[in-house]
Each structure stands twice: as structure tokens, then as C-alpha cells.
């Protein structure tokens, strides 16, 4: 037997630079007073880019935040920055809707969804870690972030608006009702938020890194000094959030995180049922 997914909290995109629109939407957690957000981002140019492709259960309305801000035979490219449901749940409706538009992934992501999907071969472009992407007015790098929960995430800079994407890193929860920004979280809820979820949810390997390999991932970003940090599952990190944001991601390896919810979690939800 089959259930429905929850139907997303939507809410309405955000400019977060210059023609950069965080598309957005929340999910209700199970057994946990949270939500978690489930972004993507729309960067308009000479050619414009869309970056992941939101859950199957917000397609009306990601589609609808899509075509209210871009004519969709004008998208050149839409950008996979790993293989994973909440990444791709509308990519084959928008290689549909936008048929000027290349796929830009890798090859092990191309392999690793080739149960499910596939497209032409002349739609599709592998990047490595580090390699550029011409847009027509800028270049955009893709990179691999420090964390990541599936082997083939890119996360993608634009330097030109100081814009990071930064696929499933900075994850963090949010209250019942969610917020815009970082800033806008309760300071506790922020750090171990981070932590609860990296360590449980998407890097458990976390643990095992080496401290010094991995402080340089960290230091890749920093490098780059990106004013605007945006990803599938935090709010906008903006300001001097990023300092903090960067610095919660460094010490990620040698934080406790607190617990998720168990089996007790699950048998409230049921009596409550
Ligand atoms: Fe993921
Ligand atoms: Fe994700």
C-alpha cells in the first residue's frame, strides 16, 4: 500500500542577488517539530541556468515559480548537482519544458540514474570537480563540497554575483514555521541543527576525516569569498552569517550531534495518530 508524500509548505522565491532566485520550498518533519527546506535557484543571464529541480510533490508549484520568471525556451542549461530525489524530481518535466536546455552533470550521476532516466546524448555535459561552465556573460565553476551524501555532487560558484550553491551542504533544520535566513533561526538551532543533520543525515563519514584534509575543503570556500551562500536545505546565508556558517561547517568532525528521533518518536506520532 502506497501513501502520498506530505504536500510541501511553498514559499515564494527570493532574489538573493542580482537575477538569482532561490526557488523554495519546506517539508514537514515526522516525529520532530521541524521543517527543512527544499530549495533550488534560478540564475538569469544571456543564458540562464537552473539549478536543481525541487521534489516530484512540488511540481505545480515549482514549475509554476519557474515559468513566472524565466520563458522556458530561454533556459540554457540546467545544472544537476547530484542524483538524489530531492535534487531531480522534476528533471524530466524540465528537459521537457526547456528544449534548448543542456544537462550539465557527471558522468557517474548520468550512470547511477540510468535505471529511471536518461537523456539524448547531445543534451548532456559531464563537469569534473573544478572545471568552468561558460554562460555567455560569465563562468561559473563547479566544485565538490566538503560534504555531500552522494559522490557525485557538484556545488556550483558564481563568482560574478558572489553566489554559492552549495548543493546538500550548510543542511539545517528550521522551526514549524519556516524562516528566510539563517539569521533568523534560534542561535542554538542553528549549530545543532547543522550537526544533526550532517552527522545523521547526510555525511555520517563526518567522524572518520581527516581533520586536516578536510579543514582545507573548507578553506576552498573561504577562498573563494562568496557574499551569498544558497542550498537545498538551509536558509539564505548571507552577511555575516557566512563566517559563522563556514565556521560551524569546519567543526563539524569533532561535534556531538544531537539525537534524531527513534522508535519513541515514531510510537508518539502514532498514539497521536
Ligand atoms: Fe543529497
Ligand atoms: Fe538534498
Known amino acids: 500500500m502506497a501513501f502520498d508524500p506530505l504536500p510541501p509548505i511553498h514559499l515564494p522565491p527570493l532574489e538573493v542577488a542580482p537575477n538569482t532566485y532561490l526557488l523554495r520550498c519546506a517539508m514537514r518533519a515526522l516525529g520532530a517539530p521541524i521543517t527543512a527546506s527544499v ?25 509554476a515559480d519557474l515559468t513566472g520568471l524565466v520563458d522556458p525556451a530561454d533556459v540554457r542549461w540546467v545544472f544537476l548537482s547530484h542524483d538524489d530525489e530531492d535534487h531531480t524530481g522534476n528533471l524530466t518535466q524540465v528537459l521537457e519544458l526547456c528544449p534548448n536546455a543542456t544537462l550539465v552533470t557527471t558522468w557517474a550521476a548520468t550512470e547511477r540514474m540510468s535505471g529511471s532516466f536518461s537523456a539524448p546524448p547531445e543534451r548532456l ?43 546538500d551542504a550548510f543542511a539545517t533544520p528550521m522551526p514549524s514555521d519556516p524562516v528566510e535566513r539563517v539569521t533568523d ?11 544533526m543533520f550532517h552527522h545523521h543525515v547526510l555525511c555520517p563519514w563526518l567522524s572518520v576525516v581527516d581533520r586536516d584534509v578536510y579543514r582545507s575543503q573548507v578553506e576552498r570556500i573561504r577562498d573563494m569569498a562568496p557574499t551569498t551562500i544558497v542550498a537545498c536545505h538551509t536558509p539564505i546565508i548571507d552577511g555575516d552569517a557566512i563566517g559563522a556558517a563556514l565556521d560551524n561547517l569546519e567543526a563539524l568532525p569533532d561535534v556531538t550531534p544531537p539525537p534524531h528521533p527513534d522508535q519513541q518518536a515514531l510510537e508518539a506520532v502514532l498514539a497521536g495518530a
Open 39 to 63: 530549495n533550488s535557484l534560478l540564475i538569469l543571464g544571456e543564458e540562464p541556468v537552473v539549478v536543481d529541480t525541487s521534489i516530484r510533490s512540488n511540481r505545480h508549484a515549482w514549475l
Open 185 to 195: 533561526l534560534p542561535v542554538p538551532m542553528w549549530a545543532e541543527g547543522m550537526a
Open 125 to 167: 555535459r559531464w563537469v569534473h570537480d573544478g572545471d568552468s561552465l561558460d554562460v555567455g556573460d560569465r563562468t561559473l565553476r563547479a566544485f565538490r563540497p566538503p560534504v555531500y551524501d552522494s559522490p557525485t555532487t557538484r556545488a556550483l560558484f558564481d563568482e560574478t554575483r558572489g553566489v554559492l550553491w552549495a548543493s
